[in-house]
Every structure is written in C-alpha cells, then in structure tokens.
C-alpha cells in the first residue's frame, strides 16, 4: 500500500526510523533510567580509576624521526665553571639587590652573544601576598646565538628564572656556562636564545609578548630590539643547589595545555641514557605496577597531574609558552637526602643533549600526543583512553534530559487542550528565563566584584586588599544561595510541575555542553567537574528531601570541590594540612586564581564564576521549586 | 498584533546595538562560523577602498560581493550597522506579513474542505484552531529577530544578512501574490548568491496555484503563466546583470562573484561540508566532484517539487533548508532565514520523531564550534579533523530536523486523506513509515 510515499508498516526498518523499536528502546531507556545511571557513573569512576593501571596504558616511545634515530653526543665539560659563575652571578645579585642587569650583559657579550634587554612593569590588581609583590618592575636579559648553518628562521629557548634570594642561582651559572659552550660548536641550525627572566611568569609574559607583538593582558613592557626564528621549543630550568638527586619534569601549562608527548620522550630518554634520576610530579617510577602499592603510586603520580593540570595555572616558567604553540618543560633539580648525587656537569651535558635533538626537527614537534595523562614518565594514557571515562558520566546528563523530555511530551497528552497548552507556554518561558537570567547575573558579579569593590571593603573592613577580594568573592557567592531560589514566582506566580522540568531540562542540557566543551579544553577540570556535578544533577528534584539534599548540593558545588581538592593535593604530595591550614591555602588559592586570570589570562575563574556557578545555581533553584 | 511586533523590533534593535558598542562586535566579526569569505565586511571594505582608489574592486582576490551591494555600501558605508539592522528588521516584517497572510489562505482552505466533508471523521484534532495559529506570524518573527545565529551575523555585519531580507521579500511578494515583484526580488536573489535560484520552481507552483491554474504539462494555460514568470524572472535578472555592467564598466564581477561561489575556490573552514573535502581531494578529481557537489543543491528540487507540488509554501522553507546546508559557503545567518520558518509548522509537533536528538546536536555543536577553533588554531593541539567532525555532525542534524519535518508533513497530509487511525488489513493498529 503506498501514498504519497508513506506505506504502512510491513518490514523492520534501521533503529531510529522505526517506531516500534524506537518506542520500545525509549521505554526501556526511561523505566532503567535510574540504575543505567548509578551504573554509568560507577563505570565512569572504575574507568578512571583503571587508567593508572599499566596493563591498560601505552609505554612512551618517540615519535618524530627527526629525534628518535639520529645520534648526538654530549660533551659539556664545565659544570664546574659554571657554578662559579653562578656564585659570581649571586654575589652581583645581592650587591645590587635584584637582577644584575649590567653583569650579565657584560658577561654574554663577552661570549659573543647578541644581547638585548627588555624593561617591563606591571601594577598588579590587588597584593600578590605569596610572593609578596603589588607593583612590578623588572628587566629581562637575553642573548641569542645565531645559527651558524641555516637561514635562522627558527629558534629554541633556554630560560632560567632570576628569582628572589638564594634561589634558582645555579641555574643561572649552567645557563651561562652552556651559552659558553654552544657558542663554540658549529652544528646549531636554529638561533639558541638563553633568557634571564625577572619575577618568573611575569617577565615571562612580557617577553613573549614582546616577541611575539601581542599585548594581551595589559601590560607595560619595551619593545624587544632583537628576535630570532620562530621560537621551536623551549625549556626552562630551575636549579637551587650545586648537586642534585633528581631532576623532575614539569608540564602542565596555562588553562591545563600540555606540550607534545615527544618533550617528556625526550627527556625520559636522555635521562636514562646519561644515568640521571628522573621524576614527574616529583615521583619516581616503579616497576612493581602488580602489587597494591605500585598501583596506589601511580595512581597518586595520576591525580596530581589531574589536579595541578586542572588548576589551570603554570606549574612553571614554560607554561606561558604553550600559548604561542610552542611546546615547552620545566626541568626542575631536586636534592634530597638520597646518596646518589648528580653533578652539574652531568646536567649540562644532559641539556645539551636535549638541545641537539631539538636542534635536528625539520618540523614542529606534533608527531605525538597533545592530550595525554601520565602515571609515570614511561606511561602514559591518551585522549582515546580516557574521554570514554568523562564520556560515561556525560551519558548520564543525556539519559537525565530524555527522561525529563519523555516526561515533559506524556504531560500535554493528558489534558488534551490545545488551549491550556499555549496559555501555559507563555509563563513556561519566562519562569524558565528568570532563573537563568538571575544566576547569569549573580555569575557577572562574582566575576567582576571583589576586584572593583576592593578599595570600598578595605575601608569600611579591617582587612587588606587580598583578603578583601578572596572574602568578597567568597561572600557573593554564598550570597548566591539566598538571593535566586523561587525568583519564578515573581514573575509566574506559583511554579508548576512542568516549570521545573523545563528548567531542570534546560540546566541538564546546559550542564552537559559546558562540562564537554570543557572536558576538551582541560580534561582534568571537566572531569572534576563532573564528578562533583553529574550526581547533582541527575537527583534533584524539588521532591527530595530539603535539608539533606541542600547540604549534599553545598558540599558537591564548585566552592567546596575546590576547598576538597586542596587537601586531596596537600594529602597526594606528602604535606598533609590541618582544617585552619586549609582554609588559609583555599584562601590564597582563590586569590592566586583571580590572579592569574587577570595576569596570564587563565581561563578558570571566569570559567566557573560566569558558567559553572550559574548552572549550579540553576539546581539549587529546582531544589527549593515551589 | 502590531504593538508586540514593534517592541519585538526594540528589544532586537537594542540588543543589536549593544553588542555593536562591546567589545564582542570585532571578535564576532572573525569568526568563519559567522562570516565566508562571500560576505565579510572585511572584504567589503577592502572593495570600497579599491573602488575609491579608482581601481576595479575586483582585481585583487578578495572581494566577492556583487557589484549592487559595493554601490549600496558606497553610500552607506558610514551608516552600516543601521543598514544592517534595518535589513534584519525587514527580513521580520516581510516573513511576519508573509506568515500572516499564509495562515489566512491556510485556514480558508480548511474550512472549504471541512464544508465539503473531505476530512475523514477521526481527523479532527489535526485540525488547526484560529487561536494557535494566531499567534504564529509574531514567533516567525521572534524566531528570526532573537535567533542568536541571526544576531551574530547581523553584528558581524556578514552581508547575509541582505541577502535574507531579499529572500524574505521574496517570499512575501510571492504569498501576496504579484508575480511580478516576486520575479524581480527572486531574480536579485539570485543576483547576489546563485542558489536562490532553485526557489523559481515554489514561485511558481504558488502562482499557478493562486490563479486555479492546474500543474499539467498537457495544458497549455500552465506553459503559458510559466513561460510568463520565466520571462518576467530572466528579464529582471538581465536588467541587474547589465545594470552591474554599466556600473562597473567591466564584466570582471562575473568570474569574481558566480565563479568564485560555483568553483569554490577559497578553502577557510566554515560550517559547510566543502572545504575540508576540497582541501583533502587529488587535484584532477577536483572539477568532477565540484559537480557532484553543486549538483546536489539543485538536484533536490525536482522530486522535492514533484512531492509538494500542492504545498509551495513548505516546499519553498525545504528549498532553503537545502540551500544552506548545500551551498558551498554557508554561515549561520542562512540557517536562521529557513529556522524562522519552524513555528510555522508547529502543528506538525507531534508527528516529528527527532526533534529532541536533533536539537540537542544543534546545540551542542554550536558551542563546539568555537572551542575546537581555539583547540586546533590556537592551542595547536587539535587538528582540522577535530572541527570537521563537528561540522559534519551539525549538517547531519540539519537534514535529520528537515527530513523530520517533510516526513511529519508528509504523515499529516496522509492522515487528512485516510483518517488518523489506521488499520492494517487484518485490524490491528498500523504505523507509518517513510520510504
């Protein structure tokens, strides 16, 4: 029987043009609703969890040929010299109180670099009180050594901080010695520019943005006299001490951003080629992955670069680099109470091995991964891997919103009055809109507040400039939880039942695009998120329990994640806090997060202030639906 | 009816123009989801530079836009973000008296019907109420003037925008019934960007249908008003061709402007299903698949037309669909033209299947837009196939939202002829299904 194309149904047909499968199959998918979403959410976690395991992760192996089977050989020999130059760099330090612009200009000139300076100056938005700073001023020195034997149109970076004190003054010595040393071989085909930054990150972010003409964040800084190529790949160094034990690897990045896979290869490799301890997260690999306690290593080594990546600050002076696609490390020099000690010739010869490979690539490094996680420094666990763990909890966001869609379409049916349904609609909207205007809004002010209403607190409070902001930004957000709760009833009168499953469906929905969207961009975060999120989200109705749920709602939002993940990450790091450390460090945390928005243009407090607190307002709304 | 309508245009105007003032307006601007190298206003002011520099706007490889539309901006050029406005607001007005005037000719045609008896016994409660329909012409409106994809291209300035208040005029003209406006905005449609040239075959089936004139090839009245409205339409399309000419002196707009939207040569990633295939293809493959891929968008019109022929109306909102998931530069203010037209088929609600899935893909991708941008162009993490990916999946779920539609359209027509509840020969309840 066929009309105008439509034929009664004889024959089976594909899943979602048959209504009879699609009925049965929505059906199904409503009545388990519940259980396929405990179950789900316990994949999810079991998934996650089962990433550290090493039978389910992939050994690290190099990718780029240009790196892999060519052969280098490291001839560094003054570790010696350099330390002196280093005593001698700290002694000029303390005579002129900061950096010692002038020495060190002198002394790369005398090894035949170009040398150019860069002057910055930043007034910070309010106090820095970790690192003790408010208006910075500051010089960065550089010296590049032009490639020999190509057009020099590429260039790598050598960087070490000069910081405060008697710290990172090693560094500075092995940079200079080795400037020494490269500027006598021959075999560079990319400008090697050494780079002596003042006040870490933001003189950092003054050069590359000198260097790369962008001025992104405001600040003041003189333009760069000199440039090489286009920058390939850049490492930073942090040595305190003449000997050292391990050398660590750091990698995560601004906004969680990862350098490629083969940067942590390459390292890996030279350090087991030249015998160096080699650490990441500070954690040494072990081989015992069947034993209780080898998994339970790995899986912390995991969860601190879950969280520090999450954080979405730079661990360390290469984080700024990642922005510009350049991929970038941190090497930091640790020494513990081990017997094994490693000198700074070792080192150097280690770096300068790590330079001559980066001098070999024809490309840039994007061989190997850019999403990955590492429980140790020869494992890793790429985005195929773990996306299905975020992905199982994403699903239950799904299921929950074609539940309440099923829900939503049964009711109209029932009344069978084309009428009721228009008049409902009107008001359906606007009690939809109220809510998510109104969080939106409490959303602006926690992102804008505590920053312009700081002079205002610090004269009517005994406090100072940083605690004002943190407690401003703490006080708007709890007072988040009173203000926006039945704001409908203003405009709607009484809300209906099918008001908050419009709006539970519209949070649902909004929730699952922002958690994957920032799933992609950070994993780590998207996936903390989640996890704090998903259950709330998939339980609250206004049905449940008041009191209960709204202590479970307070305890899993944003806020509270964040103060549990402090101590999560002082317990994984072996310096467990007490309750009023932790309160101190969640403060300067939320403080470190403001800034480091408003300095490097970190992306997660707005992210959670504009998006993801407004969201969860939008249940603490549905929890208190009358 | 008109005083919602001009507090919808406020609320639109006002929005427009604050986000004109932010900071938003230049990052809007950039985006290749919002603007094709057809219709930024980058290249527009490029060629207006050219033109005053007394050079043909069309020498270097930039500027794409026909030569009417340099000349407008000539004039205009310091009052563009009104001219944009304005145009948005036309496109509302004309779809809302277009609508308007449809729903009437829609319910007439139902009561004839209903007086005649036609409709089976069970198919009342698919019969549409005066007071639902009411209401439809403001939310085409609303749907077009708040479609965020509407705002967007309007505060980027993307020329799209012009070209849908042309189609929109269009529309209105032909529902009005002249045939001769409808011929000349049609022939500037096509004028300004090729396709809209399959949008001739819903014209005139309107046109036949609103005079009686029966669609029968064997009839001579039916050659004789289609070759009238062929004339009338390639007569007007000849004047602004010629037009273009004596303005410019020269025919360099014809490769610069047809060439360019049919060889489609600029390969920028944009939300449509041509450059990354382009970009991946072997060179001499090129020429055959750039028809296979034309081809597609013309193609459609005739079983489309052979199927709703008795429903140009719908047939006209399918044909625009096509078009902008077809065309080879498609941005997001062509999606909003044909998404305006969703409240008109409101009462086909219930027999659509996806509508949810689809919606929530629409969704999705739309946020995903931007973040795979930054992943693969900014963070160099990701790669081209990342944001393709989303590409394809946002084209799926337009054809699965249209052919949902012509299915539920299709389901309807059905039931009015055959009762809504259908038994199989041996009694039990039946379904439908398309094939």
Same mark, same amino acid.
């Given at each position: ?387 299905? +763990?975020?992905?199982? =909890? !994403? #699903?239950? *966001?799904?299921?929950? @919103? $074609? ?7 049964? &009711? ?94 519209? +949070?649902?929905?909004? =929730? !699952? #695009?922002? *958690?994957?969207?920032? @799933? $992609? ?7 903390? &998120? ?97 | ?435």
């Amino acid at each position: 029987m066929k009309v105008q194309g439509l034929t009664i149904q004889e024959n089976n047909m594909g899943l979602l043009s048959d209504p009879n499968r699609r009925r049965a199959l929505i059906s199904m998918l409503t009545r388990l609703n519940a259980p396929i979403c405990v179950v789900c959410y316990m994949a999810g976690v079991a998934w996650f969890m089962g990433l550290a395991f090493e039978p389910f992760t992939l050994r690290t192996y190099m990718s780029e040929n240009a790196m892999g089977s060519t052969m280098v050989e490291e001839r560094f020999p003054a570790g010696e010299r350099a330390l002196a130059t280093g005593r001698e760099f700290a002694a000029h330090k303390k005579k002129v109180g900061g950096m010692p612009v002038d020495w060190l200009v002198k002394t790369m000139q005398s090894q035949g670099l170009e040398v150019f300076t860069q002057r910055f100056s930043r007034t910070l938005p309010f106090p820095d009180e970790n690192k003790e700073r408010y208006v910075v001023e500051g010089t960065n020195v550089y010296g590049i050594l032009r490639a020999p034997r190509a057009p020099r149109t590429e260039a790598l970076v050598l960087s070490a901080p000069c910081s405060p004190g008697n710290n990172n003054n090693q560094a500075v010595g092995l940079l200079l010695g080795l400037s020494q040393y490269f500027r006598n071989q021959i075999y560079w085909a990319k400008d090697i520019i050494f780079l002596v930054n003042e006040h870490d990150l933001i003189g950092m972010q003054a050069w590359l943005e000198g260097y790369h003409h962008t001025n992104t964040t405001g600040m003041d800084w003189s333009p760069l006299q000199g440039r090489g190529g286009s920058i390939q790949a850049a490492l930073s160094l942090e040595l305190s001490s003449d000997v050292i034990t391990s050398l660590d690897l750091v990698l995560e990045g601004l906004n969680g951003q990862l350098p490629n896979l083969d940067l942590a290869n390459l390292f890996y490799a030279f350090c087991q080629k030249i015998g160096v301890l080699c650490t990441i997260q500070g954690k040494l690999q072990r081989d015992d992955w069947d034993t209780a306690s080898g998994y339970s290593h790995a899986v912390q080594t995991m969860m601190l670069m879950v969280l520090k990546q999450a954080s979405g600050r730079p661990w360390g002076d290469h984080g700024l680099f990642l922005r510009y696609h350049i991929e970038a490390a941190s090497i930091k020099g640790i020494n513990s109470f081990r017997q094994y000690k490693t000198d700074a010739t070792t080192i150097g010869r280690l770096l300068e091995g790590m330079f001559r490979k980066l001098n070999n690539l024809l490309e840039r490094l994007h061989q190997s991964y850019f999403f990955y996680l590492m429980p140790s420094l020869s494992r890793f666990v790429s985005i195929g891997y773990y996306m299905p +763990a975020f992905g199982l =909890l !994403a #699903v239950i *966001l799904l299921l929950r @919103a $074609l539940d309440l869609w099923v829900q939503l379409s049964a &009711l109209p049916s029932r009344t069978e009055d084309g009428i009721a349904d228009i008049e409902q609609s009107g008001p359906g909207v606007l009690s939809v809109l109220t809510p998510l205007v109104i969080s939106h809004l409490t959303g602006v002010a926690l992102y804008t507040l505590p920053i312009r209403s700081q002079e205002m607190a610090v004269e009517h409070f005994p406090v100072f400039e940083t605690e004002a902001v943190v407690l401003t930004a703490i006080a708007i957000y709890t007072a988040g939880l009173a203000l926006p709760h039945n704001t409908h009833r203003l405009v709607s009168g009484e809300g209906t039942e099918q008001g908050w499953r419009v709006l539970k469906l519209v +949070a649902v929905l909004y =929730l !699952a #695009v922002l *958690l994957g969207c920032t @799933a $992609l961009i950070n994993f780590s975060l998207g996936f903390i &998120l989640a996890l704090t999120l998903v259950p709330l989200a998939a339980f609250i109705t206004p049905h449940v329990p008041k009191l209960l749920s709204a202590l479970f709602m307070v305890l899993l939002s944003p806020g509270c994640t964040l103060f549990f993940s402090i101590f999560f990450f002082q317990e994984l790091q072996e310096t467990p806090v007490n309750l009023q450390e932790g309160w101190v460090l969640f403060l300067s945390v939320i403080s470190q997060g403001i800034l480091d928005h408003s300095l490097y243009g970190s992306l997660v407090y707005p992210l959670v202030a504009l998006l993801v607190y407004p969201c969860w307002l939008l249940f603490w709304n549905i929890l208190f639906w009358k | 009816m008109a005083a919602p309508l001009t507090l919808l245009l406020v609320v639109a105007v006002t929005i427009r123009a604050a986000l004109f003032r932010s900071s938003l307006a230049d990052l809007i601007a950039e985006r290749v989801e919002v603007v094709s190298p057809l219709n930024a206003w980058k290249r527009v002011v490029e060629g207006l530079a050219l033109l005053d520099l007394g050079i043909s706007p069309y020498s270097g490889d930039v500027f794409h836009e026909t030569p009417l539309i340099i000349y407008l901006f000539h004039f205009l050029v310091d009052y563009a973000e009104i001219t944009f406005m304005i145009a948005d607001g036309i496109t509302a007005v004309a779809l809302y008296i277009a609508v308007k005037e449809y729903n009437k000719q829609v319910f007439r045609k139902q009561k004839y019907a209903l007086e005649a008896d036609r409709y089976p016994l069970d198919c009342l409660e698919l019969i549409r109420s005066p007071k639902e329909m009411y209401y439809i012409p403001l939310k085409v409106a609303m749907f077009y003037l708040l479609n965020p994809f509407t705002i967007l291209s309007c505060v980027a300035k993307s020329t799209c925008g012009l070209n849908n208040a042309v189609i929109a005029l269009f529309i209105l003209c032909t529902i009005k019934g002249s045939a001769l406006l409808s011929a000349i905005f049609l022939a500037l449609a096509t004028y300004q960007s090729v396709y809209p040239l399959t949008l001739f075959a819903p014209a005139l089936l309107y046109l036949l249908q609103r005079l009686y004139i029966p669609v029968n090839i064997r009839r001579p009245s039916f050659w004789w008003y289609t070759l009238q409205y062929a004339f009338m339409y390639l007569g007007s399309l000849f004047v602004i061709i010629c037009l273009s000419f004596f303005l410019l002196g020269t025919w360099d707009f014809l490769p610069s402007v047809y060439g360019f939207i049919l060889s489609v040569p600029d390969l920028t990633p944009n939300i449509g299903l041509f450059w990354y295939f382009f970009a991946e293809m072997f060179e001499h493959f090129r020429l055959f698949f750039l028809c296979v891929f034309q081809i597609n968008v013309f193609f459609y019109t005739i079983p489309l037309s052979i199927k709703l022929k008795e429903h140009p109306v719908f047939l006209i909102f399918m044909q625009l669909a096509v078009i902008s998931i077809f065309k080879s530069y498609p941005t997001v203010g062509d999606i909003a033209l044909y998404l305006a037209f969703l409240p008109v088929w409101s009462h086909l609600y219930r027999f659509l299947r996806n509508v949810f899935l689809v919606s929530c893909v629409l969704l999705a991708c739309s946020a995903l837009f931007p973040v795979l941008w930054h992943l693969w162009i900014y963070a160099g993490s990701a790669n081209s196939n990342f944001y393709y990916a989303i590409t394809l999946l946002f084209n799926v779920a337009q054809i699965l939202l249209v052919s949902d539609y012509f299915y539920a359209y299709l389901r309807r027509e059905y039931h009015l002829t055959h009762g809504l509840y259908l038994k199989r020969k041996d009694g039990s309840e039946a379904t439908l299904v398309l094939k």
